[in-house]
Each structure stands twice: as structure tokens, then as C-alpha cells.
């Protein structure tokens, strides 16, 4: 297998491709392994806890990107500064793609792929005017304040039936998400229009955060808590929406994942968290990385991600 570390790999081509079939197929996930992690698995990536933790650093600070494709950005090119089309350099920064540039291949939303390329790939015309900031410096942290993000997740966690409440708790304890007892139902937000649509949901979780706790720390702890739920820990109320992976899971590999999608939402938006001391911890105990999915990581981190800035549309339950 050719390496990821420089060009398009044929073999990555193929893989997203696939990727995308068998999502829209349904496939079980014991029936077919995501593309990406065979992929990884091939080529004997971020097995290491240095490679591991660059990687998530590397995703962690470039927010231009969803974490997924910020991953496939690393591993084609791990010093990638800020990409973009060629139509995109062109119409808003002024600059052509150099001839011997080679792209990157990235997911494109509502479709297959689709093809960016570095600053460092690009030259200015004569009449473009200098990089902004966010170009120069892409990795600068940013406020380590929470805004409208708690407040937004809360109500689009309530679309997949979760109720996030606050407990007094004691300093130690920080969290938690189980499975609701049945029969009760929440109301969801359908539409963020002035009539403001609901729209009754089976309560089916109960995430605790520690009402003592600061605004920052209880994000943190929502989105570890999330992190579980989305990468499939506590099973799932419909395989389409995302997998049950609970019974094939180790609990170490259960708390790494969880951790792993804290350490890169929490992250990209400025806010410290002890995610990275966790990761560093276990991973200078234990050399490998244990055996997780990048593909659910990534995924979960994006969609915690989207739901801290706007509603997000009602699950369809068929």
C-alpha cells in the first residue's frame, strides 16, 4: 500500500468511495468495518501514542475543516496550514495553484469528494492583497469562554431523546449518561422559526453534569458524555442514525474514544480541558494506541460540534 504522506493515494480514493456506499447502504457494522479504519489499519498509522496525539493536536487546531476531514487532511499532508479550492484561492485571496501542486482529497458535503490545496501550493496575482489572519496564524487559541454552545447542544440533544440536567454533585464527580427508563417523552425544538415547532421524543438518556461545576467544565463533561453516546457505548435507538457498538467494545477503548472526541471539540474551541492529560497519561503507560475507531472519534466530535452552533433538523425516526 502506497503512503499517505505525500499525494493522493489511489488506495484513499477508493476507500472514501466505498466509505460513502456502504454508509448509504446501511451495511452492519460487524458485516463491514468502516473504510477508514481498515485504511488505517493497512498502513499502520497513529498506532503509536506520539503519532496518535499529533494527529488529534494537528485536528484539535485546524477548525477550518470538520475534524474528519481535518484527519484526512493530516494524513496526506501533516503540515497543512490552511486549505481551500483553487476556486476558492482565486475568487476571495487572489492566488493561482502553483503547477506542480498536487491536491488534497477531502469529503465534500452532500457529495463524493472533493479537491483542496495548502497555502503553500498557492502564489498571488498581481493584484492580491495580503493573507488574513486566520491564514497567517490558523492555530492561534482562541477565548477559552463558553457562549450559546451549551445552551445549543442541550436542545439539540433533546432531538435523540437525551435530557441533560444539572445535579449537585460532589467535587470529584463530574458526570454522567445512562439509559432513561421508558415511557416518558421530551419535547424537541422542530424549528428555530418565531412559532418554534415541537415535536414530542421518546426520553431515552439521562446525561448528569455537576451543577457546581463552571460553565466550561460543564461542557466539557457534556460532550464526553455525548462522546460515549455517539460513538455508540450505550447501543443506539436506530442503526441509521449511528451503531450499536456496546457489546464489542472494551471499557478502556469506550473511555479513550470519549476522551479522544472531548480533547478535539473542546479543543478547537479554546477551551482547556484534562482530556489531554488523560491521553497523555495512559498513553505513557501503555506504548500502542488501543484498538479504537478514528472513524466514530471523528465523526462524533463533528456532529457535538455542530450541535454547540445551530439547531440542527429533527431525526427521522423511519
Same mark, same amino acid.
Given at each position: 500500500?502506497?503512503?499517505?504522506?505525500?499525494?493522493?493515494?489511489?488506495?484513499?480514493?477508493?476507500?472514501?468511495?466505498?466509505?460513502?456506499?456502504?454508509?448509504?447502504?446501511?451495511?452492519?457494522?460487524?458485516?463491514?468495518?468502516?473504510?477508514?479504519?481498515?485504511?488505517?489499519?493497512?498502513?499502520?498509522?497513529?498506532?503509536?501514542?506520539?503519532?496518535?496525539?499529533?494527529?488529534?493536536?494537528?485536528?484539535?487546531?485546524?477548525?477550518?475543516?470538520?475534524?474528519?476531514?481535518?484527519?484526512?487532511?493530516?494524513?496526506?499532508?501533516?503540515?497543512?496550514?490552511?486549505?481551500?479550492?483553487?476556486?476558492?484561492?482565486?475568487?476571495?485571496?487572489?492566488?493561482?495553484?502553483?503547477?506542480?501542486?498536487?491536491?488534497?482529497?477531502?469529503?465534500?458535503?452532500?457529495?463524493?469528494?472533493?479537491?483542496?490545496?495548502?497555502?503553500?501550493?498557492?502564489?498571488?496575482?498581481?493584484?492580491?492583497?495580503?493573507?488574513?489572519?486566520?491564514?497567517?496564524?490558523?492555530?492561534?487559541?482562541?477565548?477559552?469562554?463558553?457562549?450559546?454552545?451549551?445552551?445549543?447542544?442541550?436542545?439539540?440533544?433533546?432531538?435523540?431523546?437525551?435530557?441533560?440536567?444539572?445535579?449537585?454533585?460532589?467535587?470529584?464527580?463530574?458526570?454522567?449518561?445512562?439509559?432513561?427508563?421508558?415511557?416518558?417523552?421530551?419535547?424537541?425544538?422542530?424549528?428555530?422559526?418565531?412559532?418554534?415547532?415541537?415535536?414530542?421524543?421518546?426520553?431515552?438518556?439521562?446525561?448528569?453534569?455537576?451543577?457546581?461545576?463552571?460553565?466550561?467544565?460543564?461542557?466539557?463533561?457534556?460532550?464526553?458524555?455525548?462522546?460515549?453516546?455517539?460513538?455508540?457505548?450505550?447501543?443506539?435507538?436506530?442503526?441509521?442514525?449511528?451503531?450499536?457498538?456496546?457489546?464489542?467494545?472494551?471499557?478502556?477503548?469506550?473511555?479513550?474514544? $470519549?476522551?479522544?472526541? $472531548?480533547?478535539?471539540?473542546?479543543?478547537?474551541?479554546?477551551?482547556?480541558?484534562?482530556?489531554?492529560?488523560?491521553?497523555?497519561?495512559?498513553?505513557?503507560?501503555?506504548?500502542?494506541?488501543?484498538?479504537?475507531?478514528?472513524?466514530?472519534?471523528?465523526? $462524533?466530535?463533528?456532529?457535538?460540534?455542530?450541535?454547540?452552533?445551530?439547531?440542527?433538523?429533527?431525526?427521522?425516526?423511519?
Amino acid at each position: 500500500m502506497s503512503s499517505l504522506d505525500g499525494g493522493i493515494c489511489p488506495s484513499l480514493l477508493w476507500q472514501i468511495d466505498y466509505t460513502e456506499r456502504v454508509m448509504e447502504s446501511g451495511l452492519d457494522e460487524l458485516q463491514s468495518r468502516t473504510a477508514l479504519d481498515e485504511l488505517f489499519e493497512n498502513a499502520r498509522k497513529y498506532k503509536t501514542g506520539s503519532e496518535y496525539l499529533k494527529m488529534l493536536k494537528f485536528v484539535r487546531k485546524f477548525r477550518t475543516y470538520s475534524p474528519f476531514n481535518a484527519m484526512l487532511i493530516y494524513s496526506q499532508r501533516p503540515g497543512a496550514r490552511f486549505v481551500a479550492t483553487a476556486h476558492r484561492w482565486s475568487k476571495d485571496h487572489g492566488r493561482v495553484i502553483k503547477p506542480a501542486a498536487i491536491p488534497i482529497v477531502i469529503l465534500q458535503p452532500r457529495g463524493p469528494v472533493m479537491f483542496v490545496f495548502d497555502v503553500s501550493d498557492t502564489e498571488p496575482l498581481q493584484y492580491a492583497l495580503p493573507l488574513p489572519e486566520e491564514i497567517e496564524q490558523p492555530f492561534e487559541v482562541r477565548s477559552g469562554n463558553i457562549g450559546k454552545e451549551i445552551e445549543m447542544t442541550i436542545e439539540n440533544a433533546l432531538r435523540d431523546g437525551v435530557r441533560v440536567s444539572e445535579k449537585q454533585l460532589g467535587s470529584q464527580m463530574a458526570g454522567s449518561i445512562q439509559k432513561a427508563d421508558s415511557g416518558r417523552h421530551v419535547n424537541a425544538v422542530a424549528s428555530r422559526s418565531p412559532e418554534r415547532k415541537v415535536k414530542q421524543v421518546p426520553l431515552r438518556y439521562d446525561l448528569i453534569v455537576n451543577g457546581n461545576h463552571s460553565r466550561e467544565t460543564r461542557y466539557v463533561t457534556m460532550v464526553h458524555e455525548l462522546g460515549h453516546l455517539y460513538c455508540g457505548h450505550l447501543g443506539t435507538p436506530n442503526g441509521k442514525w449511528w451503531h450499536d457498538r456496546s457489546h464489542y467494545i472494551k471499557p478502556e477503548e469506550k473511555e479513550f474514544e $470519549a476522551e479522544s472526541v $472531548a480533547f478535539l471539540v473542546c479543543g478547537r474551541l479554546g477551551i482547556d480541558n484534562p482530556s489531554e492529560s488523560y491521553l497523555s497519561g495512559y498513553l505513557k503507560e501503555n506504548s500502542a494506541v488501543p484498538s479504537i475507531s478514528l472513524d466514530y472519534v471523528m465523526k $462524533a466530535a463533528g456532529l457535538i460540534e455542530k450541535m454547540g452552533k445551530d439547531s440542527l433538523p429533527l431525526r427521522k425516526e423511519n
